[in-house]
């Protein structure tokens, strides 16, 4: 199936999970994120969750790395280049909210793409290759492309693999792990 329409069924899909459901189904989801061996990372790159996308909630588990004594990071947007900028965040931070409802940090210490070792890449639907759809507007495509080569992405998904994803270009960047309420999928 292509992009356009897997983005539209798997938004339909989101948008009609009931609070109750998204909140078992975000339990499993960091019961099984917590079989994830972190010891060797050190740099996490998160992203906040849009509350009115029904995005994985990434706040427990950005607890969690932070009790953790990991550094967290999260972005900003530049909606005329289509990049981010990347920032440390912690307890202390504080957040906006861009046009768009993304939360952006309020921070002034920059981390750059060579000093992240894991991603956490928000997601509509993904294939058994590890290629995902997301909002179509190729941030994160660009981000993971400038990451160093042994950095770890791993997705975050409310549902399991869909079929292959076809109209597939060279910047699209696929994965290496996707966590969905039943299994953590490797590619």
């Not at 993304?102 to 956490?120: A, G, R």
């Not at 993904?126 to 080569?149: E, I, M, P």
Request: proline share 5%; hydrophobic share 35%; charged share 25%.
């Amino acid at each position: 199936m292509d992009k356009a329409r897997l983005r539209s069924l798997y938004r339909q899909k989101r948008n009609t999970l009931q609070p109750e459901q998204t909140e078992v189904l975000q339990k499993q989801i960091e019961h099984q994120f917590s079989s994830l061996d972190l010891d060797a990372v050190v740099c996490v790159h998160v992203f906040l969750p849009i509350p009115n996308q029904v995005e994985v909630n990434t706040w427990p588990r950005i607890e969690k790395l932070w009790a953790g004594h990991k550094t967290v990071v999260a972005y900003t947007s530049n909606f005329d280049t289509k990049t981010m900028q990347h920032w440390r965040i912690d307890s202390k931070t504080s957040y906006k909210t861009n046009l768009y409802g993304i939360p952006e940090p309020l921070t002034k210490e920059e981390v750059f793409s060579n000093q992240i070792e894991m991603v956490l890449v928000p997601l509509l639907s993904f294939d058994r290759h590890g290629h995902r759809v997301g909002y179509g507007q190729g941030f994160y495509d660009r981000f993971l492309g400038s990451c160093r080569d042994d950095c770890r992405f791993v997705g975050l998904s409310y549902f399991d693999m869909c079929a292959d994803i076809e109209g597939l270009t060279p910047y699209d960047i696929p994965m290496h792990h996707c966590i969905t309420p039943s299994k953590i999928y490797s590619f």
